[in-house]
């Protein structure tokens, strides 16, 4: 079973860039597809994008695809969100997730997801 911890989220002007961090613990991250997932308040839950385990596809939705790249250091147990040319509208609480373990197939559905971290606060200031 795998851990999940976000990190580096925060406070950012509007325009500006962020770089948000996904760290496992527990297994070899390279077994697992990861996707990142957001929420701002009284909202559902929504897929920012994808990476499959070796690093090589990725995906994304029409609303951050251009903005946002996933990448991952599976020597390091680390995915990474890199967004830019952040918005007002980018403001919520940004959350890893992993499929279960060997699972290759790239998903956009929430349930498909068996582990999450606890989550990490983007704020987007105008």
């Known amino acids: 079973q795998v851990q999940l911890v976000e990190s580096g989220g925060g406070l950012v002007q509007a325009g500006n860039a962020l770089r948000v961090s996904c760290t496992a613990s527990?297994?070899?991250?390279?077994?697992?597809?990861v996707a990142w997932f957001r929420q701002a308040p009284g909202k559902e839950r929504k897929f920012v994008g994808m990476?499959?385990?070796?690093?090589?596809?990725?995906t994304y939705p029409d609303s951050v695809r251009g903005r946002f790249a996933i990448s991952r250091d599976n020597t390091k147990n680390t995915v990474f969100l890199q967004m830019n040319s952040l918005k007002p509208e980018d403001t919520a609480v940004y959350y890893c997730?992993?499929?279960?373990?060997?699972?290759?197939?790239?998903?956009?559905?929430?349930?498909?997801?068996?582990?999450w971290g606890q989550g990490t606060q983007v704020t987007v200031s105008s």
């Open positions: 997730a992993a499929r279960g373990r060997g699972l290759s197939q790239l998903t956009a559905r929430p349930a498909d997801y068996a582990y």
């Open positions: 990476i499959s385990r070796s690093g090589g596809s990725t």
């Open positions: 527990g297994d070899d991250f390279g077994n697992y597809v």
